[in-house]
């Protein structure tokens, strides 16, 4: 009896979803009236148009056969799903001329389209298989809508697309303009490149226009769409141009997206900008917003920044610490062999050294200094976060030598870590690292070409700096590097590294930058050797021979 009236159940289930199928149908067909047959027979072509096995002849001599069928229709289906779908395939596939036409069709509901659910992918077919004047035609009808479009949920990211893509400089200029106010709708200015040129010939207009900007741009963050290179430009622009009271309003609303903003260059900036003038709330809520992303910013092309400005600003070191910093730990050997991230274990140790940095990042971070928040001195900022990472960075370095020795960008890294190292880790550290270059075996592969570790020329450069700097440790009282390298060199090591001009050099420093009783040592070695450097033609053997008689 149960399972009788499973079937029945099963049976009634097919008769109710046939029904429901049949009606859709009938819809549809009152719907379309006239075009209902036409659309049917489009469907049975597209369906031998969207093959894979559909050869190129087959595919425009077929969507030539479906736009025939269609013509004059278009503007009518445009809006379905189904046919939409069949619409994007024709335009795809046939003639640039067949194209146009229907274009031309469909430009009276061309913004409609942008904004509907399915239309707007026969909109953005159109503008990537479309030639240079028909996506200049479809972004000049969307002038006069362009704030209405990027507050729109379906046709913001299209808007966006085309002016990340297609757009020229001009219509890009074009576009920021309607965000400048409604005079700019129907008329654009040449002479207007930037928000500040809309009132530069008339300073009674900027309150209104910097209003326009303002209400434009926060109806468009209400609707939480800030990936967009096109606002973020126009929220850059009025950032820089605005009362404190307005900025202080758009941090408010900017503070919880520093993710999302960190993503691009202009994004980045913004971000930046919102930790400089932000006061600590924004600060805090900034931090926690970076909760679990900051591996990924810190390792991104321009999310990296913001992590620089932060360490810049921030006051609460404890709280720098536990979101941004333990993080940061956490990750840190994937972070530092990142091109990115290098800089911000760097920025940790080194803050704006010029060794490390160039101008154009300390230019861009020295705009955040003296701003109204941050009331601890720089070097008091720095030193306490330095007192959090310092340990773990040399502890890494100890365990992870190989990583932190593998490109000679990285090896700089490790050596501004070493520089501000102390005690037990350094000593730790100074081991390993001696451990590996004196290790035979070891090679560093950079670009599939095979290095013996001594004659590379980054970590060569690397090792020099590291050794002329033993000075400085030993006036701290702190064991050098050079004392514990040359300890643990042999007579076989030196046979090897004599092979090479960098390792002849580097025996060379060792000798000029150690203390003597330490040097001492590192000749009594070398004399045992001495027919064998003479053997040798380079330039950094005759320079070690030099030395070697000198010190005799």
């Not at 036409?101 to 707007?120: G, W």
């Not at 729109?152 to 576009?175: G, Q, R």
């Not at 971000?271 to 924004?282: L, R, V, Y």
């Not at 050794?467 to 440790?473: A, C, E, G, L, R």
Request: hydrophobic letters at 40%; a positive charge; glycine letters at 4%.
């Amino acid at each position: 009896m149960k399972n009788g009236t499973l079937a029945i159940q099963k049976e009634d289930w097919q008769k109710f979803k046939k029904k429901k199928k049949d009606l859709r149908e009938k819809r549809k067909e009152r719907k379309l009236m006239d075009i209902y047959e036409i659309s049917v027979r489009a469907k049975k072509l597209s369906e031998k148009l969207r093959r894979s096995d559909c050869t190129k002849e087959e595919r425009k001599k077929l969507s030539k056969e479906i736009h025939e069928l269609l013509k004059s229709h278009y503007s009518k289906i445009i809006f379905t799903h189904d046919m939409s779908r069949i619409v994007q395939w024709i335009l795809k596939y046939c003639p640039h001329d067949a194209r146009n036409v229907i274009f031309d069709e469909l430009k009276p509901s061309l913004i409609a389209m942008t904004q509907s659910k399915y239309a707007k992918n026969c909109v953005k077919t159109l503008l990537k298989y479309g030639n240079a004047e028909l996506k200049k035609s479809i972004i000049s009808e969307w002038y006069g809508n362009i704030v209405n479009l990027m507050s729109h949920s379906v046709s913001a990211p299209l808007v966006e697309l085309a002016y990340s893509t297609w757009a020229s400089n001009e219509d890009k200029i074009n576009f920021k303009q309607e965000f400048y106010g409604d005079m700019y709708k129907k008329a654009k200015d040449s002479e207007v490149k930037v928000l500040a040129d809309a009132y530069k010939n008339a300073e009674g207009m900027k309150t209104a226009i910097l209003s326009a900007v303002k209400a434009n741009v926060i109806r468009i963050l209400n609707k939480k769409f800030i990936n967009s290179i096109l606002l973020q430009t126009v929220i850059w622009e009025f950032l820089t141009n605005c009362s404190n009271v307005d900025k202080n309003e758009i941090i408010v609303m900017l503070r919880s997206l520093i993710v999302e903003l960190s993503k691009t260059k202009v994004g980045s900036k913004i971000a930046m900008f919102c930790i400089w003038h932000g006061n600590n709330k924004d600060r805090k809520i900034i931090m926690k917003a970076l909760k679990e992303n900051v591996k990924s910013i810190a390792m991104s092309a321009h999310g990296y920044m913001v992590l620089l400005a932060l360490i810049d600003s921030v006051d609460d070191t404890v709280l720098m610490k536990k979101i941004i910093l333990s993080e940061i730990l956490q990750d840190l050997t994937e972070i530092v062999l990142n091109e990115y991230g290098k800089h911000v274990i760097l920025y940790l140790v080194a803050r704006r050294d010029p060794h490390y940095f160039p101008p154009s990042i300390v230019e861009c971070l020295s705009q955040g200094d003296n701003n109204e928040t941050s009331k601890k001195p720089a070097d008091v900022r720095r030193k306490e976060l330095c007192e959090v990472v310092t340990n773990t960075f040399l502890e890494s370095i100890a365990t992870q030598t190989e990583s932190w020795l593998s490109k000679g960008s990285i090896s700089m890294v490790a050596l501004a870590v070493l520089k501000i190292g102390s005690g037990e880790k350094l000593n730790r550290a100074f081991q390993a690292i001696a451990t590996l270059l004196t290790n035979t075996e070891s090679k560093i592969v950079e670009e599939d070409i095979e290095y013996n570790l001594i004659e590379h020329s980054g970590l060569h450069m690397m090792l020099k700096k590291l050794i002329q700097n033993d000075k400085n440790f030993e006036e701290k009282g702190e064991t050098t590097f050079g004392a514990i390298l040359i300890d643990r060199i042999t007579k076989d090591i030196l046979k090897q590294w004599i092979q090479f001009n960098r390792g002849c050099f580097l025996l060379v420093l060792l000798i000029e930058n150690e203390p003597k009783t330490i040097v001492n040592n590192l000749l009594s070695k070398l004399k045992e050797i001495v027919q064998s450097i003479k053997k040798e033609k380079t330039l950094g053997a005759s320079i070690l021979l030099k030395k070697l008689k000198e010190k005799q």
